[in-house]
């Protein structure tokens, strides 16, 4: 997919700046860098306050915040997780489109929101096949529970649909009351401590994985690169 902006000055961009700051919501980086972890996605509206997973299925969700899809039920759903919650003005996440066999991505997603993970890291109820999340800490999957309502519509291929409910969704809602939690990207130093789980830690919940990004509360004292 590619990546669609839309056109805004730089007068517009000011005001908006200022009005999310009034408001408490607001992109973990607003320099024109979210979202910050890389996949196959596509963005449309930076004020929107619904993104869409297309899970297995390549479709258009015009007027989404972002869309793309989600094939694994792990590292795909943390990517999710993690550009979610970095960005305050999305209240909504629409789950659409055909599950990836074996994966079920879509259903993980949606066990996640409303179960969590168990002490083992293990989504509670996904039906998938390695539904474990390594890479999140319990304060991030907290932060998307409280922060998105997810739409479960695991399934829908009819675009117009998609659209209706992107339309219905878009301004429905004001943005997330707290700052952004920014996704941290890094890279391994050995010097660093390491946990049991072979991650390195730097305190206060945040952890680095092994494929080089973490999730850390904006403004929270954490070292950058």
Known sequence: MTCEHPVVSDEDDRAEGARREERGG?????????????????LGDPGSRIAVVTLASSLR?????????????????????GNLISNSEIRFLLVCGEESKGHLPGDSIVA????????????VGSRGAIPFIENLSPEAIDRFQRQVEVIDRIGLVDEDEIERIVREHRSLSEPFPEPPMEVVKRRARRAMDEASSGDAVFGNGVYLDASAWLVAEAGDGAPRT
């Open 61 to 81: 969700a015009p007027g989404a915040a972002i869309w793309g899809p989600c094939k694994t039920e792990n590292l795909g759903v943390e990517k999710v997780v």
């Open 26 to 42: 607001g992109r973990a980086d607003e320099a024109g860098r979210w979202p910050p972890l890389r996949g196959e996605y596509s």
């Open 112 to 123: 996640l929101h409303r179960n969590g993970i168990d002490k083992d890291g293990r989504i």
